[in-house]
């Protein structure tokens, strides 16, 4: 940034396509974060939960 700020001119350029993969990459990996908390939280002996039974 600091560069683009003293030359005047950008060093790189967004296209859509780049902020269409970076959407989707961040929605696969909330959807993988919450399968991996739902898997871990249906172990036994996690230690996240107090066990009932």
């Known amino acids: 940034m600091v560069i683009d700020l003293a030359t005047g001119f950008p060093s790189f350029i967004v296209d859509v396509d780049d902020m269409m993969l970076q959407v989707l990459g ?3 990996g909330i959807v993988l ?3 991996m908390v739902r898997v ?3 172990s036994k002996g996690n230690g ?3 066990d009932r039974g």
């Open 26 to 28: 961040s929605a696969a």
């Open 33 to 35: 974060t919450a399968l």
């Open 40 to 42: 871990s939280s249906g």
């Open 48 to 50: 996240l939960a107090p």
